[in-house]
């Protein structure tokens, strides 16, 4: 997940009140038009992420068809590896444009790129063209999926106002690539070629209440529409300081790499969404490899265990709803900052949702999972995991928001890479460690780790404030 911290229409002075409090200011939109254009967003996020994992179903059957073999390397799971390549990457220049020119046409054209992207992933007549359309897809399909938190930013000022817009990015961003096998499931029974032919039907569906609903959000890009009509708001645009175009792309590549490497903060906790982001995508091949040998299920059989992951995100949404009432709560005790809630307080529902869902989970997960115990043992093993996948990813993306504010958008720049680059890579291991260490012992293995990593919000919490204090970049941004 990205964003940017670059927002002109913040920079303005007294004498730009007037836009401030305009009707057109897309912070001032009634409600209910707010929540409709984030509706057909989240939607979009949604269906995105369906086509980065729903491939992974009928890799088999994919790899057999281009005479791909899996005998030395996994091969079959390239096709997933491209597109999360792409999404790791493109991103950090495409959100910048977005930023810069406006987001509305933007993602309209991206939209329109990411749909065709869909049609040589049907049609592809030999391996090659599926990696390279896949790859492409996944470039376009990336910014796609991270233009909803730049709208949640641009249409509510307040993180109060902005706490559930950012929860459901959160939730339809993991849910859209969780559901991805399920679907590849039922619709890969008629061919592997119909699971893209269906995609591209529901997207071209959807383009038509993208057209409609969808609005300019940037404010900046609205006042300057405007004020060619209203010469108030035309000096109010006037005075706009925007940085120039490389300067920003400079920023948007240089800037996360750097708060990733030198901020202990973001790097754990990067480590830490990366892991359990990764572990979505792990775990289409665990499922599959698990539940054929163990219950002799059939790929489609396994891809729908899937759903339960994203039963568990969703009991997650609805778990990080009071979370977000606790954070604003602590307003009231911060005893640096009277009247601002405290950043450690996104973190302590992630913490049972690390040692309880996601750990064990993962122990529930590989204990169980032996031929006389049934099938749905297990399977209730997943939902902890998504869960806790759910709760952890969200508290974060908040947690760094809180804490790094004019640099957050660069510090979940850096988050969102590792998680994709994750989810590229991480599931090349599944096969080989399951085999060599047992389901039970590969599983266990992977909840030692999100044990270890359960580190990071004990430590923040308790020292936290202290951590702050010694960081350069969330003192910059405190400062300015």
Aim: hydrophobic residues 50%; aromatic residues 12%; contains cysteine.
């Amino acid at each position: 997940m990205e964003s940017s911290e670059f927002r002109p229409e913040e920079s303005f002075e007294p004498s730009q009140k007037s836009w401030e409090t305009h009707r057109a200011n897309p912070s001032n939109w009634p409600e209910p038009t707010k929540w409709k254009l984030m509706s057909v967003v989240a939607v979009v996020t949604l269906l995105v992420g369906i086509n980065a994992t729903a491939v992974a179903t009928p890799s088999l059957i994919i790899a057999d068809r281009f005479h791909v073999s899996d005998v030395s390397f996994p091969n079959s799971y390239w096709p997933v590896t491209a597109w999360n390549t792409g999404a790791a990457f493109g991103p950090m220049i495409g959100l910048p444009l977005l930023e810069n020119f406006g987001i509305r046409k933007g993602l309209l054209l991206l939209y329109a790129l990411f749909t065709i992207m869909v049609i040589p992933q049907a049609v592809a007549q030999n391996f090659a063209t599926l990696l390279a359309s896949r790859a492409f897809a996944g470039t376009f399909g990336g910014i796609l999926q991270n233009t909803m938190e730049q709208f949640s930013a641009d249409l509510w000022l307040t993180e109060k106002q902005r706490d559930l817009p950012v929860t459901l990015y959160t939730y339809v961003y993991v849910a859209g690539v969780t559901l991805g096998p399920a679907f590849g499931a039922i619709v890969s029974k008629l061919s592997w070629r119909w699971v893209f032919y269906i995609q591209l039907i529901i997207y071209c569906a959807m383009g038509l209440p993208l057209l409609i609903i969808l609005r300019e959000t940037r404010g900046h890009v609205v006042l300057a529409h405007h004020a060619k009509k209203d010469p108030d708001l035309a000096k109010a645009a006037s005075e706009i300081a925007s940085p120039s175009l490389p300067h920003l792309l400079y920023e948007a590549i240089t800037r996360p790499a750097h708060l990733l490497f030198t901020e202990p903060v973001v790097f754990f906790l990067a480590l830490w969404a990366a892991f359990c982001f990764g572990l979505v995508f792990l775990m289409t091949q665990s499922i599959a490899q698990v539940y054929s040998t163990t219950y002799d299920f059939n790929d489609s059989a396994s891809g729908l265990v899937q759903i339960s992951l994203f039963v568990g995100e969703t009991i997650g949404f609805f778990a990080c709803l009071p979370q977000n009432t606790y954070h604003q709560r602590s307003a009231k005790r911060n005893p640096v900052e009277t009247g601002v809630p405290i950043p450690e307080a996104r973190l302590p529902l992630s913490i049972p949702a690390s040692l309880i869902g996601l750990a064990g989970g993962l122990f529930w997960y590989g204990r169980a999972s032996v031929p006389h115990v049934h099938w749905m043992l297990p399977t209730v093993g997943l939902a902890f995991v998504g869960f806790g996948i759910m709760v952890i990813i969200t508290a974060v993306d908040m947690y760094i928001t809180d804490a790094y504010t004019k640099f957050a958008g660069s510090a979940i720049a850096a988050v969102a890479l590792g998680e994709n680059l994750f989810a590229a890579w991480l599931p090349f291991a599944t096969h080989s460690m399951y085999t060599s260490l047992g389901f039970q012992w590969a599983s266990s293995l992977l909840g030692f780790v999100a044990l270890l990593l359960t580190l990071a919000p004990i430590v923040l919490i308790w020292r936290g404030e202290s951590i702050r204090r010694k960081s350069k970049f969330i003192q910059a941004a405190s400062s300015s």
